[in-house]
T-cell receptor, first 114, second 112 residues
Framework: GAGVSQSPSNKVTEKGKDVELRCDPI?????LYWYRQSLGQGLEFLIY????????KSGLPSDRFSAERTGGSVSTLTIQRTQQEDSAVYLC????????????FGQGTRLTVV | ELKVEQNPLFLSMQEGKNYTIYCNYS?????LYWYRQDPGKSLESLFV?????AVKQEGRLMASLDTKARLSTLHITAAVHDLSATYFC????????????FGEGTQLTVNP
């Protein structure tokens, strides 16, 4: 595709529910990243996928968070039993080659937990 | 732990003026990136700096990298209102799996 696509663009969920956020990276990009941006805050790294290598999950804040990438393309970030502090914009990015080129970001999913 | 600090965090300037945003990072790094974020929007890549002494320019923005000082600068020349946005620098290290560590961001407002 022309750019990184994320869905949904906005999601409101009740506390305790599970949510799934989707990211469709740029075609051919082997690296995929998830970041979180809270209101007025910087960007927090969550997880990184590179090709068939084991993902770097070191940024996931708790075991309620998980992510997978199927077929080296689309990725899904799942948050179980959502809490109010999970409210943020979740940004996905992809890059052509690991660390060599800049990452291109999607428009993000704004998650609100009520 | 790699830390990235930007200053200033907030910058209000008049059109036509020049200013510099600074980005310091705590350890040896391979690459430095500058991004722009408009309100409610995602991040747009501005510059990728890959080596010591690298300088890149696009329009009224110029970025440079001094790896020995662990410092990058984003210089704004003759600012215009359209440059109002939040600017982030980010650093990655091959040894950390290429995840980007971002600075806090500099919120720039250019007043007509």
């Amino acid at each position: 595709g022309a750019g990184v696509s994320q869905s949904p663009s906005n999601k409101v969920t009740e506390k305790g529910k599970d949510v799934e956020l989707r990211c469709d990276p740029i075609s051919g990009h082997t690296a995929l990243y998830w970041y979180r941006q809270s209101l007025g805050q910087g960007l927090e790294f969550l997880i990184y996928f590179q090709g068939n290598s084991a993902p770097d999950k070191s940024g996931l804040p708790s075991d309620r968070f998980s992510a997978e990438r199927t077929g080296g393309s689309v990725s899904t970030l799942t948050i179980q039993r959502t809490q109010q502090e999970d409210s943020a914009v979740y940004l996905c990015a992809s890059s052509l080659v690991r660390g060599i080129t800049e990452a291109f970001f999607g428009q993000g999913t704004r998650l609100t937990v009520v | 732990e790699l830390k990235v600090e930007q200053n200033p965090l907030f910058l209000s300037m008049q059109e036509g003026k020049n200013y510099t945003i600074y980005c310091n990072y705590s350890t040896t790094s391979d690459r430095l990136y500058w991004y722009r974020q408009d309100p409610g929007k995602s991040l747009e890549s501005l510059f990728v700096l890959l080596s010591n002494g690298a300088v890149k320019q696009e329009g009224r923005l110029m970025a440079s990298l001094d790896t020995k000082a662990r410092l990058s600068t984003l210089h704004i020349t003759a600012a215009v209102h359209d440059l109002s946005a939040t600017y982030f620098c980010a650093v990655d290290r091959e040894t950390s799996g290429s995840r980007l560590t971002f600075g806090e961001g500099t919120q720039l407002t250019v007043n007509p």
